[in-house]
Antibody, heavy 116, light 110 residues
C-alpha cells in the first residue's frame, strides 16, 4: 500500500523557518518525481515545488522561489521542504504528493501556521 | 503561474448531469494533454478522478468523464449521486515540472 506521511508542521512567527518531511513507502520512491502542494484554510490547491527522481532538477512556484528548498533522500525514501523567511500567506496545509499520470497519491498533509 | 479558472460553484439534482469547466492558457491547458481532475471531500486529501484529460484511474466510475477544447477542459458528472457532493479541482502540467491548479468548484447535489 502506498503511503505518504508528512510531518514537521507547526506554529512559527513571520520570518521564521520550518522543515517539512514526507516519509514514503509502498512504491519505488527513487523513480518518481515528487511534489509539495499546499492548501490555505478554506482555499484551493496551490503547487509549491517539484523535484525530479535523482534530484537533478528542482522547480518552485514564483511565490516561494528563493525562500523554500525542496530535496530528497532516496536511500531513506524521504522528501523534504525547507521553508525560510516564512510569511503569513504561507499558512496552509502542506501535502506531499506523487502525481505521474494515474500513479497519483497524496499524504494527509501537515499544517503550517505563520502568525505572530 | 496563474490559477486555472473554474466556476466557484455548481448545483445539480440527483440523477442529473453537471459540467465543470476549467480555463487556462496556451501555456498550460492548451499546450498539454496532461489535465487532471480531483475530488476533495471536507477534511480529506484530493482524490484523482481523471488524468490526461479523459482517462480513468482504477476504481473511478465512468460517470465521470473529461474533455478538452483549446484552452478549456471540462469535467462532466452524469447520474449525480449524493456522495458526489464535494469540491472539484482541475490541474494542468504547466511546463518545467510545474503544476497549475484551478481555484476549485463546489458541487452541491440537490
Amino acid at each position: 500500500e502506498v503511503q505518504l506521511v508528512e510531518s514537521g508542521g507547526g506554529l512559527v512567527k513571520p520570518g521564521g523557518s520550518l522543515r517539512l518531511s514526507c516519509a514514503a513507502s509502498g512504491f519505488p520512491f527513487s523513480i518518481y518525481s515528487m511534489n509539495w502542494v499546499r492548501q490555505a484554510p478554506g482555499k484551493g490547491l496551490q503547487w509549491v515545488s517539484s523535484i525530479t527522481e535523482s534530484s537533478s532538477h528542482t522547480y518552485y512556484a514564483d511565490s516561494v522561489q528563493g525562500r523554500f528548498t525542496i530535496f530528497r533522500d532516496n536511500a531513506k525514501n524521504s522528501l523534504f521542504l525547507q521553508m525560510n523567511s516564512l510569511r503569513d500567506d504561507d499558512t496552509a496545509l502542506y501535502y506531499c504528493s506523487v502525481t505521474t499520470g494515474n500513479f497519483d497519491y497524496w499524504g494527509r498533509g501537515t499544517l503550517v501556521t505563520v502568525s505572530s | 503561474q496563474s490559477a486555472l479558472t473554474q466556476p466557484r460553484s455548481v448545483d445539480g439534482s440527483l440523477g442529473q448531469s453537471v459540467t465543470i469547466s476549467c480555463t487556462g492558457t496556451s501555456s498550460d491547458v492548451g499546450a498539454y494533454n496532461h489535465v487532471s481532475w480531483y475530488q476533495q471531500h471536507p477534511g480529506k486529501a484530493p482524490k484523482l478522478i481523471l488524468y490526461d484529460v479523459s482517462k480513468w484511474p482504477s476504481g473511478v466510475p465512468n460517470r465521470f468523464s473529461g474533455s478538452k477544447s483549446g484552452n478549456t477542459a471540462s469535467l462532466t458528472i452524469s447520474g449525480l449521486q449524493a456522495e458526489d457532493e464535494a469540491d472539484y479541482y482541475c490541474s494542468s502540467y504547466g511546463g518545467r515540472y510545474s503544476l497549475v491548479f484551478g481555484g476549485g468548484t463546489k458541487l452541491t447535489v440537490l
